[in-house]
């Protein structure tokens, strides 16, 4: 008899998942550097700050995750990184 095993991956495209592996103070240095990999070399980041501007419709059809992330880059300039999934 085979057993399925339980899965030990997480799906960063969900909103658990990126949450839960960029979305806290204790891996904001992991956030730093993934967002620093997709950034041009004049964006790259010295830091960030979390905000939770979550929206939750009012239907399953209207809910949807929103991710903002202020952004600070080594040169001062500031901005916002925003990762949507609808």
């Not at 008899?1 to 839960?20: A, E, N, Q, S, W």
Request: aromatic content about 12%; charged content about 25%.
């Amino acid at each position: 008899m085979v057993f399925p095993l339980p899965d030990k991956y997480i799906d960063l495209l969900t909103d658990f998942g990126f949450k839960r592996v960029f979305g806290t103070e204790p891996n904001k240095a992991l956030l730093i550097d993934f967002l620093n990999t997709l950034l041009p070399p004049h964006h790259q980041l010295k830091n960030v700050t979390f905000k939770n501007p979550e929206f939750l419709g009012n239907t399953l059809v209207d809910r949807r995750a929103i991710f903002d992330i202020y952004c600070q880059s080594e040169t001062g300039e500031r901005f916002i990184v925003e990762m949507q999934k609808a």
